[in-house]
């Protein structure tokens, strides 16, 4: 007889507890405890209808000593893709498992339906989410043809991993773990136990197999649904793919890797047919126009490893109502409003009485300190309706005395800007211990206070 229980779990962190909590006792979240039923097989039915299951009969693993364990170079199948290489730390490790978290619509089933076709590899793309055609008719769309990707439309983790088991495919992608549905376990796909024991299948599945597999995952703006959260645990490696859908560019980020570094990652602008690589994002970036208009500047910021130059943008305008708004799209409000308080505290400029929008270029989010520069500078900009020249950049964090602090890897952003042709870049004063200027060809500036930029930059005027 199967036997139905009732239990609450946490959509966080996948604890449970015998009785509703209104804050987490594990992971310390608020309302975040969901109902769930539990129905558990009968042994004797569940090996009756003959399922996939970790096998027992295995030789037992004995403890080793660390010297005697030998390590190879962990083998990795590199993809024709280099973003999606670079992201993972040099390609695909063998028997790993990796998480592609993002909101809906994104396009996670996109960029693994691209990475399945590319590869010259056999490949299983489990879909629970599109019939055979619709992926039929995505895979036109890429425009790729292969003959080694086999397409299973199937949510029975137990089927999966028996089709996977027959079929012995190199590499596995499943869209999307919201959708699987163990049979041991009666609650819904997509609920917090359902997604616990199918990704545990998974990773068992994948570890004694070697096969690498693929997991995407939904998450909301809130990131609120169960699932990607919960299987951080679990997996080797999660990436997050993420974008402004108003816009074509998509980032992929890592956010844990075992095999590799988490500040590294890709770039991609979706097209008509398809995902393409963006090896030189700066370009896009920066706007084409010749015109030099008030409140536009360029910062020399860095995403992950790589030096990128971006435009930043402000307006400042006289409030039409009482409360004077605020707005920053891409940038931390907070963080703008300290900036304009350490603009009217430390140099006097008077704020209050305007409207303040920040926009920066591509939908982008920035969270690199070496941008404030470059947003003081078009917020000064803007107030005082003097342009700012259109070959000059900035990177500088700003502290709350007004000072212009130190950025990470310097050299980097540079370079970068020399190369796209920049004349000039402001940096703080402090960060010109060990540069040798002759280097570059570009007129490095250093400065140390807010209240010199505004001197150089806009005194002449
Ligand atoms: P999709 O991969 O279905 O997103 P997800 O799996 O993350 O939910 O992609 C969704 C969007 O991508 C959809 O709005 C259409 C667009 N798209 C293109 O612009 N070009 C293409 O070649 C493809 C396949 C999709
Ligand atoms: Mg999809």
């Known amino acids: 007889m199967a036997k139905v229980r009732k239990i609450f779990a946490c959509n966080n962190c996948g604890a449970t507890s015998p009785k509703w909590m209104g804050k987490c006792t594990s992971c310390e979240e608020w ?55 670079r992201v993972l730390g040099g390609g695909i490790v063998a028997g790993s498992l990796v998480l592609i978290g993002g909101q809906p619509g994104i396009g996670k089933s996109t960029l693994m339906l691209q990475i399945a076709l590319t590869m010259p590899i056999n490949i299983l793309y489990v879909s629970g989410e599109e019939s ?30 028996t089709h996977a088991q027959n079929l012995e495919p190199q590499l596995i992608v499943i869209d999307s773990i919201q959708t699987l549905a163990s049979p041991h376990i009666e609650s819904t796909p997509g609920s917090v136990s359902q997604i616990r024991e199918c990704a545990g299948d998974l990773q068992r599945f994948a570890k004694e ?53 988490t500040s590294e990652m890709g770039i991609y602008e979706m097209q008509a047919d398809g995902l393409r690589e963006v090896s030189n994002p700066s370009e896009l970036l920066l706007s084409q126009n010749d ?33 004077p708004q605020r707005s920053a799209t891409g940038f931390d409000l907070r963080r703008l409003n300290m ?15 305007n409207d303040v929008f920040l926009n920066i270029a591509g939908g982008i989010k920035v969270d690199d300190p070496a941008i404030d520069l470059s947003i003081v500078a078009a917020l000064i900009s803007s107030l005082e309706d003097v342009s700012v020249e259109g070959d000059i950049c900035f990177a500088g964090e700003i ?56 001197r150089t930059l806009f005194d002449e005027f």
């Open 31 to 85: 309302n975040t405890y969901v109902e769930e039923i539990v129905v558990k097989e009968s042994k004797t039915q569940a090996e009756k209808k003959q399922v996939w299951r970790t096998n027992d009969k295995k030789p037992k693993l004995k403890p080793v000593k660390i010297p005697e364990i030998v390590a190879g170079d962990t083998p990795r199948s590199v993809t024709p893709d280099g973003e999606f290489n």
């Open 339 to 353: 900036l304009l308080a350490v603009l009217e505290k430390r140099c006097g400029f008077q704020f209050g009485a």
């Open 132 to 161: 055979q055609e619709q992926i039929k008719m995505r895979a036109d769309r890429i425009g790729i043809q292969n003959e080694n990707c086999y397409i299973l439309t199937e949510t029975n983790v137990s089927k999966i991993l």
């Open 209 to 261: 197999t070697n096969i690498p597999i693929f997991i995407i995952g939904h998450i909301t703006k809130e990131g609120s649904i169960a699932g990607p959260k919960l299987l951080e645990h679990i997996v080797d490696a999660v990436l997050q793919f993420e974008g402004d859908r108003h816009y074509t560019y998509r980032i992929l980020r890592t956010i844990k890797n075992r095999f590799g570094s």
């Open 399 to 454: 502290g709350l005395s007004g000072e212009i602090r130190t950025v990470n890897r310097i050299d980097q952003r540079i370079q970068e800007a020399a190369r796209l042709g920049f004349k000039q870049i402001f940096i703080s004063k402090y960060n010109l211990k060990g540069l040798d200027l002759e280097n570059y060809d570009i007129e490095v500036t250093p400065i140390g206070k807010v209240e010199e930029l505004y």
């Open 291 to 323: 015109e030099n208009l008030s409140g536009s500047t360029v910062a020399a910021m860095l995403e992950g490893m790589r030096p990128m130059l971006i435009e930043t943008q402000a307006l400042v305008s006289t409030a039409v109502y009482g409360t």
